[in-house]
């Protein structure tokens, strides 16, 4: 909901105005707590968490480096390799906290950060949940599929929640296109819209420059960060406490 809100938002056709919930926006720290509590209960070793702290340092320093200009990131390989070998809830909170320490470092902060926090948070999330049995070149090959659905899917969410601001309202008396959000419009014809201004604005550049990076990145560096923090892993397990 937090992401698809133009679809859903009720307003009188032909307003002039929308504004996203921003009380969704207030929610994802919570979401992260509850993550984070979620690990706690699991009892982290104290060298998780250090691991936790390299990579999201490590994926800061990657985003300054590769802020999306053209649709390169270099921070999504690093996000699913890691989810991988740590698991889901690991992934989840390593995108989020990647993002918003690469946020503070590229003065990237607005209103556009939450939703990226949540989003490369799914990604590494589902790289947490892939079959665990794979290893060697199929496990390298699942990885970049995934990656690059994500890589996509990432632009799409990315792209609908910020669609009402990117081009202008199709309302009277504004300059808009034939690709801008219609307030109060009908579902089927917004996402007629949003599919045709995502494909021309977006697919074609930022979401296949980032798909191509993504895949290079796991291609190239996977078997031998995967063979690196699979080592840490041994040595910093996630092991359960008794009550």
């Known amino acids: 909901m937090m992401l698809a809100w133009p679809l859903f938002l009720e307003v009188e056709p ?37 691991v936790l702290g390299v990579l999201v340092a490590v994926n800061a320093v990657l985003r300054t480096l590769s802020p999306g200009t053209a649709g390169v990131e270099l921070v999504f390989f690093l996000v699913i390799l890691g989810g991988r070998v740590f698991g889901p809830g690991f992934g989840f909170v390593l995108g989020s906290l990647s993002l918003f320490a690469s946020a503070l ?91 045709l201004y995502t494909l021309f604005t977006s697919t074609a550049g930022w979401d296949t420059g980032r798909a191509i990076t993504t895949a290079a990145g796991l291609v190239l560096l996977g078997p031998a960060v995967l063979t690196t923090l699979r080592r840490a892993a041994r040595r910093a397990r996630v092991v359960h406490v008794a009550a």
């Open 14 to 50: 032909g307003s002039t105005r929308v504004d996203p919930p921003f009380l969704f926006l207030a929610l994802l720290p919570l979401v992260l707590g509850v993550v984070l509590a979620e690990l706690s209960e699991g009892g982290i070793d104290a060298r998780v968490l250090a």
């Open 105 to 195: 470092l590229t003065a990237g902060v607005g209103p556009w950060l939450p939703f990226q926090m949540l989003c490369i948070a799914w990604v590494g999330l589902g790289a947490g949940l892939l079959p665990r049995a794979l290893r060697g070149r199929r496990e390298i090959a699942v990885l970049v599929v995934y990656g690059v659905i994500a890589a996509y899917l990432y632009g799409l969410l990315m792209n609908l929640q910020g669609w009402p601001f990117a081009l202008g309202l199709d309302v009277p008396g504004q300059d808009s296109t034939v690709l801008s959000y219609v307030p109060g419009a009908p579902l089927l014809e917004n996402l007629h819209r949003f599919g």
